[in-house]
């Protein structure tokens, strides 16, 4: 579907809230506005422009650190009156250098659990490649190579087997976390990312 404008409704100065968010984690990473040149450049280019309210310019985000954010969605709300940019950041998107402005933690029910846990672990593990560490069980896999590792990957699936068969799901969770583990490093190895096994995920989930 195309965007069309009559159907934004901006306010008295011509601007409206843009949501940008993660596309792969679906984290916010942060809030900026729009006018109607910034969408169409947004369009064009498929990257992120917005409108500072405070310099009274256009903005490209990433023009001077790097950190584009490619849109991948752009959406409208029902009243049409806030856009959300779905988005593949090339880096930090808050100018503190965290990864989303909304690191300010108020309210966390959800102690212990982190849905961006997968990303962050192949970072992690992409991060033990290029950065090695005296010490490191994960550059030891790297060092010994990608049969080692696929030792480890076939040793862990006999593990999960065993767990399930034995009917505990303490077992099972701590052996299949296991595997997880030595599947990012296979593929950190042989670049597979994560994006690319959700990408063939959703092909076959449509």
């Known amino acids: 579907m195309d965007l069309k404008l009559e159907n934004?409704?901006?306010?008295?100065?011509?601007?409206?809230p843009a949501i940008v968010q993660d596309v792969n984690t679906g984290k916010a990473l942060m809030l900026a506005y729009m006018n109607e040149e910034s969408i169409k450049l947004t369009l064009e280019t498929r990257k992120t422009w917005f409108y500072s309210r405070s310099r009274e310019k256009l903005w490209n985000k990433g023009e001077t650190s790097g950190n584009y954010q490619m849109v991948k969605k752009l959406?409208?709300?029902?009243?049409?009156?806030?856009?959300?940019?779905?988005?593949?950041?090339?880096g930090p998107s808050c100018h503190t250098g965290e990864e989303s402005c909304f690191f300010n933690k108020v309210i966390d029910d959800n102690a212990g659990y982190d849905k961006d846990m997968l990303e962050k672990l192949y970072s992690r593990i992409t991060d033990r490649r290029e950065n090695p560490v005296?010490?490191?069980?994960?550059?030891?896999?790297?060092?010994?190579?990608?049969?080692?590792i696929l030792k480890k990957v076939g040793e862990e699936t006999s593990e999960v087997i065993i767990a399930s068969k034995n009917n505990s799901k303490d077992e099972m969770t701590y052996e299949i976390s296991d595997l997880v583990y030595h599947m990012l490093v296979l593929m950190v190895d042989r670049g597979v990312t994560i994006s690319d096994i959700k990408k063939e995920l959703g092909k076959r989930y449509k």
Do not use: R
């Open 134 to 148: 005296d010490g490191s069980y994960t550059n030891y896999l790297f060092t010994k190579g990608v049969d080692k």
């Open 8 to 16: 934004i409704k901006f306010d008295e100065k011509g601007l409206i």
């Open 75 to 90: 959406y409208y709300d029902c009243d049409g009156d806030t856009i959300l940019l779905e988005v593949e950041p090339m």
